[in-house]
């Protein structure tokens, strides 16, 4: 069965880095798009950034526009989320979520399979 961990969360103060990975286990498909998704406490699930392994990007929020990057390793099926440069809001639980095909799916419904979330806190 398909199984996706994250991990790379953590504390860090504004202005600061992070990677977050999302290892992904048991999946069967050649070609498989992941997205990963954010939840601000008191607040709805929003995507952040999407890649398939067939080319497709999809950027769901400007405010990650020139901070955040994905990107991903298909000989270990892991999938990275760069952040930089954060700021206080970009707190959330970060998931990654996974979809057979081609397509980034626009809503987080399109995805089928998905992490437990890493929590991201940042704060002076």
């Known amino acids: 069965q398909t199984h996706l961990q994250e991990s790379g969360g953590g504390l860090v103060q504004p202005g600061g880095s992070l990677r977050l990975a999302c290892a992904v286990s048991?999946?069967?498909?050649?070609?498989?798009?992941i997205g990963w998704f954010r939840q601000a406490p008191g607040k709805e699930r929003e995507g952040v950034l999407c890649?398939?392994?067939?080319?497709?990007?999809?950027e769901y929020v400007d405010s990650v526009k020139g901070r955040f990057a994905i990107s991903r390793d298909d000989s270990t099926n892991t999938v990275y989320l760069q952040m930089n440069s954060l700021k206080p809001e970009d707190t959330a639980v970060y998931y990654c979520?996974?979809?057979?095909?081609?397509?980034?799916?626009?809503?987080?419904?399109?995805?089928?399979?998905w992490g437990q979330g890493t929590h991201v806190t940042v704060s002076s």
């Open positions: 979520a996974a979809e057979p095909g081609h397509v980034c799916y626009y809503s987080s419904e399109g995805f089928r399979y």
């Open positions: 048991g999946i069967t498909y050649e070609y498989y798009a």
């Open positions: 890649l398939s392994n067939s080319g497709d990007r999809l």
